[in-house]
């Protein structure tokens, strides 16, 4: 059962525009939500967290935003970079579960 | 600060065969857990390990087992291995012991059954 979903395969974006990136879950329990960045051949590497507390987190070019009632969230990169050009994953927990739930990776390829 | 080291990166096996792979967490972090990724199929959580405790364990068969050592270290093993079973596995570590925060995650090890 997949509690994390990302539902958009791939997204292509011109460098310099925003990249949005959407991510729904369905268990109430998920406190936590991350989002990684993976690269071929390497393991994922964090971007950027945000508590179920908050609605909004932000670092550099990166901006999480998270809906509770509607149990989604996502995530804005401005100004799109090709060095962006990756797979990202959203990920989430509960606390005290001690582990991660995946979504299925989104694979952004930034355009020049 | 040294990252997560995982060992081997790279390794081919024959169906039946069993393979342990290690992880060694960042200087300081406890908890260490590890993940399956497959096309298609995204990362799949196996199990988690703190203070040489298992805490949580995903949906996998018994074949897949863990363990902790005191040092924090951790190695995981798959027995009998199946053609199904080649994929990455990637180690990740955390700080916490309960708290949600981030895991920082190694390059993973590739294993290849033939």
């Known amino acids: 059962d997949q509690q994390v979903k990302q539902n958009s395969p791939s997204l292509s974006v011109q460098e310099g525009r925003i990249s949005i990136l959407n991510c729904d879950y369905t268990?109430?329990?998920?406190?936590?939500f991350l989002w990684y960045k993976k690269y071929p051949a390497e393991g994922p590497t964090f971007l950027i967290s945000?508590?179920?507390?908050?609605d909004k987190n932000e670092d550099g070019r990166f901006t999480v935003f998270l809906n509770k009632s509607a149990k989604h969230l996502s995530l804005h990169i401005v100004p799109s970079q090709p060095g962006d050009s990756a797979v990202y994953f959203c990920?989430?927990?509960?606390?005290?579960?001690?582990?991660?739930?995946f979504g299925a990776g989104t694979t952004v390829t930034v355009r020049a | 600060k040294a990252g997560v080291t995982q060992t081997p990166r790279y390794l081919i096996k024959t169906r039946g065969q069993q393979v342990t792979l290690s992880c060694s967490p960042i200087?300081?972090?406890?908890?260490v857990s590890w993940y399956q990724q497959t096309p298609g199929q995204g990362l799949q959580f196996l199990f988690e390990?703190?203070?040489?405790?298992?805490?949580n364990k995903g949906n996998f068969p018994g074949r897949f087992s863990g363990r902790q050592f005191s040092n924090s270290r951790s190695e995981m093993n798959v027995s009998t291995l199946e053609l199904g079973d080649s994929a990455l596995y990637l180690c990740?570590?955390?700080?916490?012991?309960?708290?949600?925060?981030?895991?920082?995650f190694g390059q993973g090890t590739r294993l290849t059954v033939v």
């Open positions: 990740a570590s955390t700080i916490s012991a309960g708290l949600n925060t981030e895991a920082f």
């Open positions: 945000i508590s179920s507390i908050k």
């Open positions: 268990n109430s329990m998920f406190d936590y």
């Open positions: 990920a989430a927990s509960a606390t005290n579960d001690y582990k991660l739930s």
């Open positions: 200087s300081g972090h406890r908890s």
């Open positions: 390990y703190f203070s040489e405790t298992q805490r």
